[in-house]
């Protein structure tokens, strides 16, 4: 139990009468310090953490920016979702009612451990904590609003689901990331195509933002972020992270017509939401219900 002969230790956090609650985890069961024994299929699950911030790179992974045909910054660009998006392992997913274009991007997302602000990149692997998967979900309906912040396309409530586990003492270079949804793979990347590494993105973040413990930081997304619809099961597997799982529902609610920005489908929408390939054959996507 704890770490394998690897020193690779998973804890994560669950729901256990009433409390969030950190468990081990021991084969197909999670191990509570006073030894109590959970199944792991039983196991409502939290995020492996509890955020003061949640920090995401714009764009990292050369296959994405090969896909849209963009060139990238000489440095990193970010953005914040905020903590009342988080969700967890096996969470649902809500895509508002009268909102379309709700996209999956399969990420690697770094836990800080410590306190850290203005280290180098060779001293940023000191203040991570470990590592778990994310998927940033989007919400393209409102990409024409927000610019820059992306509060409403990426901060919507459930667009953050992380788990299932903090997982210490893995090796982030040369891991497989895959997205599937309903079993079938439709993002297959790794980490070798990032253009900035983990530590980096840490320290670049910590010159002006003191990271906390907890906080978390979404890594990129390899190509192909599609829309899916409700009933769909979105999957993100990353090489010795495991698997986290999520279920589309639609909202009951719609969004408010009596106030904001309204839900769009203007070319920047669909050409986000569809990779851009949609405006090169001249050819407009059918509506999706």
Sequence with gaps: MGCN?????????ILLDGEAVPVLVDGGELVVDDGRRVPVADAVHLPPSEPSKILCVHL????????????LPKAPTYFQKPTSSLNGHRGDVVRPGRCQWLNYEGEIVIVIGQPCHNVSPAEAGEC???????????????????????????????????????????DFNGKGIRTLV??????????????????????????????????MVFSGTPANSRPVQPGDVVTVQVEGLGE????????????????????????????????????????RPPRRS
């Design 60 to 71: 990292n992974h050369v296959s994405r920016v090969e896909e849209f045909q963009v060139s």
């Design 128 to 170: 991570i904590a470990g590592y778990t998967i994310g998927n940033d979900f989007g919400l393209h309906d409102f990409r024409d609003t927000d610019a820059g912040s992306m509060l409403r396309v990426k901060g919507s409530d459930t667009l953050c689901p992380v788990g299932p586990g903090l997982v210490e003492g893995w």
């Design 182 to 215: 309903n079993g079938q793979v439709v993002q297959d990347g790794n980490t070798d195509e990032m253009t900035w590494d983990m530590q980096y993105l840490v320290a670049d973040l910590a010159r002006t933002i003191t990271l906390l413990p907890g906080d």
């Design 244 to 283: 986290l799982t999520n279920t589309i529902v639609g909202g009951s609610t719609p969004i408010r017509g009596d106030c904001g920005a309204q839900p769009s489908e203007s070319e920047e929408v669909l050409s986000t939401a569809l990779g851009g390939d949609w405006e090169f054959r001249g050819v």
């Design 5 to 13: 002969k690897s020193g690779v230790r998973e804890t994560r956090r």
